[in-house]
C-alpha cells in the first residue's frame, strides 16, 4: 500500500544521547515534513525538503538534524542538544510545494 | 509570522448534532487544510481548500480568503468523528511551509 511509515512508534532516549527517528514514504512525493507535537498542543515545524539534498529550517529547528539522500526518505535525529526531546513526532510530505499534505502515524519520543 | 486561530477550543455533542468549526488567519495564504487526528494521534487530512467551497459526506469546509477565515461544517455527527480538528494555513512567500492552528477538541457523546 502506499503510505509514509514511521518508526519506531515508541524510542526512549537517555541523557547525552542521540537518536533517529525514520520517515519512508512510498507515494513518490517531493516535499517531507517534520513536525513535533506536545501534549494539547498543535503541530510545530521542525525541518522540511522540497528536493533531494536539500532541507530548511522550520520555526524549531534547534536541537535536530536531517538528511535526505534519497527521494523516499527523510531521517530526523534529535541531538543532545535537544533538552526538551519528549514528544510525539510526526513526518509528512506532500507532491509539491503546496500540495495536499499525508502524514506517517507518528513516533513518541520520551527521555529515560 | 502569522496567527491561526481555531474556536472554540473544545465542543462536546450529543451524537446526531451538526457543528461549525472556526478557523481564522491574520495574513493572506495560498495553502489552508484541514485535518482530524484520532485518539491514536493518526492525522487524516480532510480537505485541501485555499479557497471555495467542498464536500465530502457529512462533511464541508468553506474558506473566504478575503476575510482570512475557513469553516469546517459536521453534520449528524458521530461518535467516530470526535478527535481534534486542525486547520493548517501556509503563508504568501513561505515556500511550502504550514503553519497550524491549536486545535478543536470534539467530543461526540452517544
Known amino acids: 500500500d502506499g503510505g509514509i511509515t514511521q518508526s519506531p512508534k515508541y524510542l526512549f532516549r537517555k541523557e547525552g544521547q542521540n537518536v533517529t527517528l525514520s520517515c519512508e514514504q512510498n507515494?513518490?512525493?517531493?516535499?517531507m515534513y517534520w513536525y513535533r507535537q506536545d501534549p494539547g498542543q498543535g503541530l510545530r515545524l521542525i525541518y522540511y525538503?522540497?528536493?533531494?539534498?536539500?532541507?530548511q529550517k522550520g520555526d524549531i529547528a534547534e536541537g535536530y538534524s536531517v538528511s535526505r539522500e534519497k527521494k523516499e526518505s527523510f531521517p530526523l535525529t534529535v541531538t543532545s542538544a535537544q533538552k526538551n526531546p519528549t514528544a510525539f513526532y510526526l513526518c509528512?510530505?506532500?507532491?509539491?510545494?503546496?500540495?495536499?499534505?499525508?502524514f506517517g502515524s507518528g513516533t513518541q519520543l520520551s527521555v529515560l | 509570522g502569522i496567527q491561526v486561530e481555531q474556536s472554540p477550543p473544545d465542543l462536546i455533542l450529543q451524537e446526531g448534532a451538526n457543528s461549525t468549526l472556526r478557523c481564522n488567519f491574520s495574513?493572506?495564504?495560498?495553502?489552508l487544510q484541514w485535518f482530524h487526528q484520532n485518539p491514536w494521534g493518526q492525522l487524516i487530512n480532510l480537505f485541501y481548500?485555499?479557497?471555495g467551497t467542498k464536500q465530502n459526506g457529512r462533511l464541508s469546509a468553506t474558506t473566504v480568503a478575503t476575510e482570512r477565515y475557513s469553516l469546517l461544517y459536521i453534520s449528524s455527527s458521530q461518535t467516530t468523528d470526535s478527535g481534534v480538528y486542525f486547520c493548517?494555513?501556509?503563508?504568501?512567500?513561505?515556500?511550502?511551509?504550514?503553519?497550524f492552528g491549536q486545535g478543536t477538541e470534539l467530543s461526540v457523546k452517544p
Open positions: 493548517a494555513v501556509g503563508p504568501l512567500n513561505q515556500g511550502g511551509k504550514l503553519i
Open positions: 525538503s522540497q528536493i533531494v539534498n536539500d532541507f
Open positions: 481548500i485555499p479557497s
Open positions: 495574513d493572506s495564504v495560498n495553502n
Open positions: 509528512a510530505s506532500s507532491r509539491g510545494r503546496e500540495g495536499k499534505l499525508f
Open positions: 507515494l513518490n512525493h517531493d516535499a
